[in-house]
């Protein structure tokens, strides 16, 4: 009977196991793949400064499952010569195991690559905006040209070997910036109704600061714009047609990537090997500085993400909140450019633990 009691104690431990579970591993779980994304990411910008193939494997699912067992035993040994009592032995025993399975999908096929191509489209960047993103940011890591205004256009390819000037297309981006951070820029966008008469986007417009602005009448010459006009459409065709359109070519994924993989600070012994494209030019002038991938010999302890290759490690100060900052935007942009791409299909089901 006690024995019985015992097993009967464990068994109403295992069915409380589960919900204690969840917390704890729905933490474990997210914390995992965070940090394997963000290493993902910054492995990626490496590779592409070392004009090494990149490669983007996502976790499309998490199942975990759990058993609990329990055993008891008695043996009982009776005494036939004259002893006073007899004598129990009893044993009780349980086990616990979890077995996650993880599916792992690559970024590959046409309709992937496809979205790694395709230029982010003006209403992305006003989207962003209005989140609540620098629209400097968003313009210097994301868009080729303004209004015949290029933006490093060598540089969202392999490293050029001359550095590209891209003053006056950073000094718009600078403008605007100021006109976001007084509220006085503004994004709307244009619905057209359609034959099953619902609302569809077809559009985005853009008003900035008015007549007596003088931040929006130097940005209104920089972009060559109409005198006294302040709201003007964008569209993605360079050069524009119409006096009342600002013309915007977005840079696609993997120029963005191209475009910052040139943050990564490679040690001098890589230059000098001619492991690295421009390896003598000071990328960070064109890249504004708003990313900074720092490298050394031993695993840095500040770091917001590391990861080694060729040797070193490769990392992002955990206080370097600029280039945190950058490095986010860019995993928001993965996953609306390129994460879930139709034609993405499983690589490996692992089953861990078994």
């Known amino acids: 009977m006690v024995a019985l009691a015992a097993l ?5 431990c295992a069915t409380k196991l589960g919900p204690r579970t969840v917390p ?7 914390e995992a793949i965070a940090r394997s994304l963000n290493e993902q990411l910054l492995l990626n910008l490496v590779r592409l400064r070392y004009r090494d193939t990149p490669m983007f494997i996502d976790v499309g699912s998490v199942i975990s499952q759990y058993s609990f067992s329990a055993s008891a035993s008695a043996s009982p040994t009776i005494k036939i010569d004259g002893g006073k009592s007899n004598e129990y032995g009893l044993g009780v025993g349980g086990s ?3 077995n996650p399975t993880i599916t ?3 970024l590959r096929g046409g309709a992937a690559a496809k979205r790694l191509l395709s230029p982010i489209d003006p209403a992305t960047l006003a989207l962003l905006s209005q989140s609540g993103w ?7 890591c994301c868009v080729q040209e303004v209004n015949g205004i ?3 256009l060598a540089a969202t390819g392999p490293a050029p070997t001359r550095l590209p000037d891209n003053a006056r ?3 718009l981006a600078e403008l605007m ?3 976001q951070t007084q509220d006085r820029l503004r994004f709307r966008p244009i619905y057209q109704r359609t034959e099953d008469n619902t609302q569809q986007q077809v559009g985005v417009t853009l008003s900035f600061g008015d007549e007596d602005d003088a931040t929006a009448r130097e940005l209104a010459e920089i972009l060559r714009l109409p005198d006294g006009e302040r709201t003007f459409r964008l569209v993605t065709q360079v050069p524009k047609a119409n006096a009342d359109e600002i013309g915007v070519s977005g840079r696609s994924l993997l120029g963005v990537l191209f475009f910052l993989s040139l943050a990564v600070d490679a040690p001098q012994e890589h230059r000098q090997a001619g492991l690295i494209g421009g390896a003598d030019l000071d990328w960070q002038t064109v890249i504004g500085g708003l990313l900074r991938i720092q490298n050394a010999t031993a695993a840095p302890e500040d770091a917001f993400v590391r990861i080694q290759y060729r040797g070193r490690w490769f990392y992002i100060g955990d206080s370097d909140l600029n280039s945190k900052t950058t490095f986010n935007l860019l995993n928001y942009l993965y996953s609306l450019q390129a994460a879930g791409a139709e034609g993405a299909s499983p690589l490996l089901t692992v089953g861990v633990g078994r």
């Open 8 to 12: 009967a104690g464990l068994s109403a």
């Open 24 to 30: 704890v591993n729905r933490f474990n779980y997210n």
């Open 96 to 98: 616990y195991t979890e």
């Open 104 to 106: 792992y999908e690559p």
């Open 134 to 140: 620098s629209i400097e940011r968003l313009l210097v």
């Open 150 to 152: 290029p933006n490093a």
């Open 169 to 171: 297309f950073r000094r």
């Open 177 to 179: 910036r100021e006109l």
